[in-house]
């Protein structure tokens, strides 16, 4: 069973187009979410940890908050340089990590 | 810091050879993590080691695949023999809180 579900896969926005990518995780017990931006050919690099429901952390157009089934990467009036795979991590009880397959975000000048 | 750092970036072997894969972690992260990624199957946790020790290597598709950590600044992931659906990108992260870091991969294909 899937723990971990991203959607959608990929997702177009027009430049300045504000939209939001959703993670659901299933299990209880959660320690952690995270979010990661990954580039083509690059290691996926760390953007925010959120570890109870309610909780909200912002950098620059992005905003991730969390709930307790899901959490949602809010995008507002993204740049062309925002194009990236996020990827979303939980963590249960125990130390591994558990990705999700990612949201590919294109923007369009 | 440098970051986690990784070795070779890029691998081109035949099939049935051995490979290894290197990492250099975060001085002072004691946790340390190898993943595979693949278009299919996205990022999937192969082990990982806390101070060192392996503490879960569930995820180590068969007895192929060997990781050691000798000490806290490098580990190895072997394949021995590889197969061509062993071709993925392979990331090492590591941690000393919650937040891990990644390297930037190394790209294995087996032909």
């Known amino acids: 069973e899937d723990q971990v579900t991203q959607s959608p896969e990929a997702l177009r926005l027009q430049e300045g187009e504000s939209s939001s990518l959703n993670c659901s995780y299933t299990?209880?017990?959660?320690?952690?979410l995270f979010w990661y931006r990954q580039d083509p050919g690059k290691g996926p690099e760390f953007l925010f940890t959120l570890y109870s429901a309610g909780e909200e952390k912002e950098k620059e157009r992005l905003k991730a908050t969390l709930t307790k089934k899901e959490s949602f990467l809010h995008i507002t009036a993204p740049k062309p340089e925002d194009s990236a795979t996020y990827l979303c991590?939980?963590?249960?009880?125990?130390?591994?990590?558990?990705f999700g397959t990612g949201t590919s975000l294109t923007v369009i000048p | 810091d440098a970051g986690v750092i990784q070795s070779p970036r890029h691998e081109v072997t035949e099939m049935g050879q051995e490979v290894t894969l290197r990492c250099k972690p975060i001085s002072g992260h004691n946790s340390l993590f190898w993943y595979r990624q693949t278009m299919m199957r996205g990022l999937e946790l192969l082990i990982y080691?806390?101070?060192?020790?392996?503490?879960?290597d569930s995820g180590m598709p068969e007895d192929r695949f060997s990781a050691k950590m000798p000490n806290a600044s490098f580990s190895t992931l072997k394949i021995q023999p590889s197969e061509p659906r062993d071709s993925a990108v392979y990331f090492c992260?590591?941690?000393?809180?919650?937040?891990?870091?990644f390297g930037q991969g190394t790209r294995l294909t087996v032909v």
């Open positions: 992260a590591s941690r000393t809180g919650l937040e891990a870091f």
């Open positions: 299990v209880s017990g959660l320690r952690g």
């Open positions: 080691f806390n101070n060192n020790v392996p503490i879960d």
């Open positions: 991590a939980v963590q249960y009880t125990g130390n591994q990590f558990y």
